[in-house]
């Protein structure tokens, strides 16, 4: 069974830094895409970072420059380090995995989702 | 970058009645959307994937068109448990979600 687990969300002040985990079971994350994904409190869902099987990565415009995507493969682990925050970055974060099929691709199974929180 | 936009952002409609929702991309992405529905304090669940594709354990009653910038997600009878917020997503150029649909039973 595919299981995402979010963990390290927490109170951050302006400015500050945070890492993000995401522990998988039921699968390989180094062999999937695999997916950061963020919900402002009463907002809509908002795309932040993918990193491919390949390694390679994207980010949305709001977080580039200031989040990074990685993987630990030892510990079937992706992770999001969130440097420089901003009051704007208060979310729930979700890590996601993504099914890649025949050209197309979609997010298929999500964690629970872990809360940062953003404030002086 | 691909902008999504759905309409209408809320609806209310009855029970066994038959409901669209439009998604609209700024450029072509073929076939490549997806549909989500989330439920107050839950992760997203997969509804449709590849436009039309209806994910495993779905209801029959879900159902998705289109193609290049217009997209439609329906549901041909509408259930209390369908009320949701329904969201649209592109996997054309990086990935982009819609602003969301809530959607109310009466």
């Known amino acids: 069974e595919v299981q995402l687990v979010e963990s390290g969300g927490n109170l951050v002040k302006p400015g500050g830094c945070l890492k993000l985990?995401?522990?998988?079971?039921?699968?390989?994350?180094?062999?999937?895409?695999m997916s950061w994904v963020r919900q402002a409190p009463g907002k809509g869902l908002e795309w932040v970072a993918i990193i491919y099987n390949t390694g390679g990565k994207y980010y949305a415009d709001s977080v580039k420059d200031r989040f990074t995507i990685s993987r630990d493969n030892s510990e079937n682990t992706l992770h999001l380090q969130m440097n420089s925050v901003r009051v704007e970055d208060t979310a729930i974060y979700y890590c996601?995995?993504?099914?890649?099929?025949?050209?197309?691709?979609?997010?298929?199974?999500w964690g629970q989702g872990t809360l940062v929180t953003v404030s002086s | 970058d691909v902008q999504m936009t759905q309409s209408p952002s809320s609806l209310s409609a009855s029970v066994g009645d038959r409901v669209t929702i439009t998604c609209r991309a700024s450029q072509s992405i073929d076939s490549h959307l997806n549909w989500y529905q989330q439920k107050p304090g839950k992760a997203p669940n997969l509804l449709i994937y590849?436009?039309?594709t209806l994910q495993s354990g779905v209801p029959s009653r879900f159902s998705g068109s289109g193609s290049g910038t217009t997209f439609t997600l329906t549901i041909s009878s509408l259930r209390p448990e369908d009320s949701a917020t329904y969201y649209c997503?592109?996997?054309?150029?990086?990935?982009?979600f819609g602003q969301g649909t809530k959607l109310e039973t009466k």
């Open positions: 985990s995401c522990a998988a079971s039921g699968f390989t994350v180094s062999s999937n895409y």
């Open positions: 590849e436009t039309s």
């Open positions: 997503q592109q996997s054309s150029v990086k990935r982009t």
């Open positions: 996601a995995r993504i099914l890649v099929r025949g050209g197309g691709d979609w997010f298929d199974s």
